[in-house]
């Protein structure tokens, strides 16, 4: 029986990328049976440094020199290159670092609309030729149509609702809620009409005034905008919580 010891070598090995031109690393595996021609050809495309302007060195997994790999001819597994070496690409080209990562620095292409409205082979073009979204206009006058009716109803919701009257508030999806009515009329946050809210209860979500702006009084959490037709006007009174009882 030999004795003696049989080293295996995997083909594969697993390096990290560093360039002059970027500051991040990258992670790749390569075969050992590359040339360094072959390797730099593979490289080029991972940093952008051209075959012709690279050089490379390779550095330990501590990140200690160990030697520079300038034999075109010889294979990627004839230096001492392991798993989690660094083998950094020195770039002659005159690229300068960020220069292909820097996307400020990239020359970006601009359209005016008339130029891009007259291009056939646009989005728009297409949307226009099968009369998608805003190009369909018995959609669109459909949808106008429905909005302004929403908008009237609304409208009219809002105008038989006083201020200071007694309200309860049924909004989808939230529990029922008793309060008093202290704004009617449309707002900035939002457009459409509003009815602005004193809950007897901390519900709310303001003290009655939104984005900077006050629509009227109240403590915080108190104050809410809903919309009118989720509005009943009537004699809700308020709850008597017992916090006067002994």
């Not at 302007?53 to 001492?80: I, R």
């Not at 038989?160 to 999806?173: D, K, L, N, T, Y």
Request: aromatic share 8%.
């Amino acid at each position: 029986m030999d004795g003696g010891l049989t080293v295996v070598t995997n083909p594969i090995v697993a390096v990290r990328l560093t360039s002059t031109l970027t500051s991040f690393e990258v992670n790749k595996k390569y075969s050992r049976g590359l040339s360094i021609a072959d390797f730099k050809g593979k490289l080029e495309m991972v940093v952008g440094t051209p075959v012709s302007c690279m050089d490379l060195e390779l550095y330990s997994t501590s990140d200690q020199f160990l030697v520079k790999m300038d034999d075109n001819d010889a294979l990627l597994g004839s230096y001492p290159v392991d798993d989690d070496c660094r083998i950094h690409v020195v770039d002659r080209s005159g690229a300068k670092e960020g220069e292909f990562s820097d996307l400020s620095k990239v020359e970006k292409f601009t359209l005016s609309d008339d130029a891009y409205a007259k291009k056939s082979d646009s989005v728009r073009s297409f949307m226009k030729k099968q009369r998608v979204g805003r190009f369909n206009e018995e959609e669109m006058a459909a949808k106008e149509g429905e909005q302004a009716a929403r908008d009237a109803k609304e409208e009219a919701a809002a105008s038989a609702i006083p201020v200071g009257s007694r309200c309860q508030v049924q909004v989808p999806g939230q529990p029922t809620k008793i309060g008093a009515v202290m704004y009617v009329g449309t707002a900035d946050f939002k457009p459409g009409h509003w009815v602005g809210v004193k809950y007897d209860e901390p519900l709310g979500k303001h003290d009655g005034s939104v984005a900077g702006k006050r629509y009227f009084e109240c403590e915080n959490k108190y104050g809410a905008f809903v919309k009118p037709t989720n509005i009943t006007v009537g004699d809700f009174p308020e709850e008597d919580f017992g916090l006067d009882e002994i």
